[in-house]
């Protein structure tokens, strides 16, 4: 069971000094029977008190106000985890009618089997219509819609952001992971099955996968008997134990890892760097400098500006 050293680090720069910095970090790791924390530390510019809940899908929140006067914002996390073993997927006699009766008397499990985009709904019909055969068991239809994005969607970085929608996914076919999770799950919810979006990191050693050394995006789907069993259909795989899991949601933004507001008429600048340590002593890191988007003239500047999630997951 692999161990990873994790260091991550969120710099936001402004030109002029900032305050009342309102913030909402989701970088703890999710408590499940899949991995396990040894130790994590977070340091924040300021050292401001953290307030700590769990949000409605269960994960760990943290919320802090830095007030003072600033002109650099450093969120830093440093997490020792353990990878636990996984099931394997294995049960061919469950099928999408099977998932039926336990999706509708489950309130949770119906919001996230519903496509969230009705002028989607022919768009994606259509493409699911590419790999679905209605005989597959459940575990295969998820297996074929991972596939079937794999194999058709070029993964492309810096051509779509935190915006770009599902349907200019589907028009270009080609994102990175943020992205691929969002159209699996649009897919899948067209036909009913419960999904949800993961945000976490992906920690390879020497195979190497699409989206190492960044914030990693993957979906998770119900099955009966066996609960959220996870695809990354970024990489074509069932994840694994080189997954580490931070949050859960309906997509991206009830994931993100950093987001918040400012007060003051200031241009922000976001670098992220990743680094992930192995137990042979190997290092993978990488360092992502964000373009933000430039908002008007200084003069026309808002006095409160959103700095919501930043980064897209990559």
């Known amino acids: 069971m692999p161990v990873f050293n994790i260091h991550h680090i969120t710099k936001y720069e402004y030109d002029r000094p900032v305050k009342e910095s309102v913030n909402e970090i989701k ?28 949000d409605y899908w269960g994960n760990r929140t943290g919320m802090f ?18 990878a636990l073993d996984r099931a394997v997927i294995s049960q061919p006699d469950i099928n999408l009618a ?15 089997s519903k496509i969230t985009e009705n002028d989607l709904r022919d768009k994606i019909n259509e493409t699911v219509r590419e790999f679905y055969k209605p005989e597959l068991p459940l575990h295969s239809i998820i297996e074929k819609c991972g596939n079937f994005i794999f194999d058709e969607f070029k993964y492309i970085k810096g051509i779509t952001t935190i915006e770009t929608t599902v349907k200019e996914i589907l028009d270009h076919r080609s994102g990175v992971c943020q992205d691929f999770a ?16 993961v945000s976490g990191y992906v920690c390879p050693n020497e195979s190497g996968m699409r989206g190492e050394g960044a914030t990693h995006a993957w979906i998770e789907a119900w099955l009966p008997g066996a609960g959220w069993v996870g695809n ?8 694994t134990n080189n997954h580490v899991k ?11 890892p950093i987001k918040g507001t400012f007060k003051g008429p200031a241009r922000q600048s976001l ?27 200084t003069d ?15």
């Open 98 to 112: 099977s998932l039926k009766n336990e999706t509708t008397n489950n309130l949770s499990l119906l919001e996230l």
């Open 246 to 256: 931070l949050a859960v949601g309906r997509n991206f933004r009830d994931c993100t």
């Open 65 to 82: 106000n830095l007030k003072a006067p600033h002109k650099e914002l450093v969120i830093e996390s440093k997490l020792i985890v353990r």
């Open 300 to 314: 026309e500047l808002p006095e409160y500006i959103e700095s919501f999630a930043g980064q897209q997951q990559q």
């Open 271 to 297: 670098s992220v760097y990743v680094s992930v340590g192995y137990e042979d002593g190997h290092t993978f890191e990488e360092v992502n400098n964000v373009k933000m988007e430039v908002l008007p003239g």
């Open 182 to 197: 969002h159209v699996m799950l649009e897919m899948l919810r067209s036909l009913g099955i419960p999904c949800r979006y």
């Open 232 to 239: 990354d259909p970024t990489n074509n795989v069932w994840v």
């Open 27 to 54: 970088i703890f790791p999710f408590a499940d029977f899949t991995q396990e924390t040894l130790h994590h530390q977070v340091n924040i510019t300021g050292q401001p008190d953290i307030f700590m809940i769990h």
